[in-house]
C-alpha cells in the first residue's frame, strides 16, 4: 500500500496475556519508528530502527516490551505479561535514510488490557 | 535532554476566526528541526511542516502559517479564517539534526472550530 499499516487496528486481551502488533512501513523507507500514545497526550517514543537493527531502544519502558525487524522492512511489537497500564494506542512511523526528518505514521494499533 | 510544551489544552473557536497554537521547545543542542503534525479524529498523524534551525524566516501555506524565534524558543502555528475541517489535535515535536533520530513531541493541543 502507499502508507504505513498497522494490524490489528483494534486489540482486546486480558491481563497477562502477550500481544504482538504488526507494522508494514512504506516501501523503501529503511527507518522505523514506535510510539506509545495514551488518551489525552502526545506520542511517547518507543524505540528506533534503522535497516534491521534497533538504533534507539531507549523509550521501551521495561523488559515486557521488544521489538523485531528481522529483513529491515515489517516491525512487530511485543508485549508480555501485559497490563492494564500499555493501554494505549501504538503507531508506527517510518522514513527515507537520510529524509530530512518527515515521518510517515500510520493510524495505529489500539491496544486495551482488561 | 528534549522538551516540547504546548501550554493550550484545549481552544474552540466560531469558524472564521484566527486562532494561535503555541509551541515552546528545549534543547542544548544547536541544530535541530521542528515540525507540526494534524491529528484529525482518524488518529492518524498528518504532517504539516518542517522548520530546520538555521531558517527563522516565518512560512505561509495557505490558511496556515508558522512563526519561528529561536530568541524565545517558540514555534507558534496560526491558522487564518478557521473552518470546521480544521478542527482536530495538533501536536508540535522537534528532533536534533545529529544525535539521536527520535521526534520528541508536545502534549498536543485540541482545537475545536464551532460552525
Known amino acids: 500500500g502507499a502508507g504505513v499499516s498497522q494490524t490489528p487496528s483494534n486489540k482486546v486481551t486480558e491481563k497477562g496475556k502477550y500481544v504482538e502488533l504488526r507494522c508494514d512501513p512504506i516501501s523503501g523507507h529503511t527507518a522505523l519508528y514506535w510510539y506509545r500514545q495514551s488518551l489525552g497526550q502526545g506520542p511517547e517514543f518507543l524505540i528506533y530502527f534503522q535497516g534491521t537493527g534497533a538504533a534507539d531502544d531507549s523509550g521501551l519502558p521495561n523488559d515486557r516490551f521488544f521489538a523485531v525487524r528481522p529483513e529491515g522492512s515489517v516491525s512487530t511489537l511485543k508485549i508480555q505479561r501485559t497490563e492494564r497500564g500499555d493501554s494505549a494506542v501504538y503507531l508506527c512511523?517510518?522514513?527515507?535514510?537520510?529524509?530530512?526528518?518527515?515521518?510517515?505514521f500510520g493510524e495505529g494499533s489500539r491496544l486495551t488490557v482488561l | 535532554a528534549q522538551k516540547v510544551t504546548q501550554a493550550q489544552t484545549e481552544i474552540s473557536v466560531v469558524e472564521k476566526e484566527d486562532v494561535t497554537l503555541d509551541c515552546v521547545y528545549e534543547t542544548r543542542d544547536t541544530t535541530y528541526y521542528l515540525f507540526w503534525y494534524k491529528q484529525p479524529p482518524s488518529g492518524e498523524l498528518v504532517f504539516l511542516i518542517r522548520r530546520n534551525s538555521f531558517d527563522e524566516q516565518n512560512e505561509i501555506s495557505g490558511r496556515y502559517s508558522w512563526n519561528f524565534q529561536k530568541s524565545t524558543s517558540s514555534f507558534n502555528f496560526t491558522i487564518t479564517a478557521s473552518q470546521v475541517v480544521d478542527s482536530a489535535v495538533y501536536f508540535c515535536?522537534?528532533?536534533?539534526?545529529?544525535?539521536?533520530?527520535?521526534?520528541?513531541f508536545g502534549q498536543g493541543t485540541r482545537l475545536t472550530i464551532n460552525p
Open positions: 515535536a522537534l528532533r536534533l539534526i545529529q544525535g539521536a533520530q527520535k521526534l520528541v
Open positions: 512511523a517510518s522514513s527515507l535514510q537520510g529524509m530530512t526528518g518527515e515521518l510517515f
